[in-house]
């Protein structure tokens, strides 16, 4: 199980780090994505990094949020900067054997979730 925290209030163009955490190797032995869920809409997916160290942005976020990995802490973070509104919602940390398969619901590991809301 993944447990994802650092979500909060913040305003337009501030910042967040969430933190995906887990216990055993789950997050260093696989491919490891940020997906996220705004109010009434479907989940999509933000980022992934895989165990070679590609890493792949959704456009909408490319060049404000960062991925990445600490193997020494077993932690994937996504930092997001210059946050907006429309950045609003629920952040899941999902983690699969393939970064081909990550965003499917039934397959790798889900965190729960954590909460983000940009105020205009």
């Known amino acids: 199980q993944l447990v994802e925290s650092g979500g909060g209030l913040v305003q337009t163009g501030g910042s967040l780090r969430l933190s995906c955490t887990a216990s055993g190797s789950i997050l260093n032995s696989n491919a490891v994505g940020w997906h996220r869920q705004a109010p009434g809409k479907g989940r999509e997916w933000v980022a992934s990094?895989?165990?070679?160290?590609?890493?792949d942005y959704q456009d909408f976020v490319k060049g404000r949020f960062t991925i990445s990995r600490d193997n020494a802490k077993n932690v994937v973070y996504l930092q997001m900067n210059s946050l907006k509104p429309e950045d609003t919602g629920v952040y899941y940390c999902?983690?699969?054997?393939?970064?081909?398969?990550?965003?499917?619901?039934?397959?790798?590991?889900w965190g729960q979730g954590t909460q983000v809301t940009v105020s205009s």
């Open positions: 990094l895989t165990t070679s160290g590609r890493i």
């Open positions: 999902n983690a699969a054997d393939s970064r081909f398969v990550l965003g499917e619901p039934d397959l790798g590991f």
